[in-house]
């Protein structure tokens, strides 16, 4: 998880209900998705997150990979998801992403 020492952080300092976290893919890149989901849920878990609070997305327009995912199309996502959650503020990736990874920088573009 990219964001675990951001996660630690807004737990010890927030109410535990208030926290939600979005993942827009799987990892499913080396075929491994289902782990990748195991592994996810288990860190959530680990943090004391509230078991309706994330989600995890398999959407074959976000798969996992080097080509860049349509700003759009995520922009809808994230704004269903923090619609129906009365959701304000959003933690993502920087205009770079992680090492400059397209799937990253797609998020990082359709959060604005």
């Not at 807004?10 to 209900?17: G, P």
């Not at 860190?43 to 074959?60: A, E, R, T």
């Amino acid at each position: 998880m990219f964001f675990l020492p951001t996660l630690k952080l807004l737990f010890n300092n927030k109410n535990k209900t208030e926290i939600f976290i979005l993942s827009l893919s799987n990892g499913n890149y080396y075929g491994i998705g289902k782990v990748r989901e195991k592994e996810f849920t288990k860190v959530w878990s680990y943090l004391g997150g509230h078991p309706n609070n994330y989600k995890i997305i398999d959407d074959p327009n976000m798969q996992d990979g080097w080509n860049p995912w349509n700003e759009q199309y995520v922009s809808k996502v994230l704004s269903k998801f923090c619609s129906k959650r009365n959701i304000k503020k959003i933690l993502t990736f920087d205009e770079y992403g992680v090492s400059g990874h397209p799937n990253h920088i797609s998020v990082y573009k359709g959060a604005q």
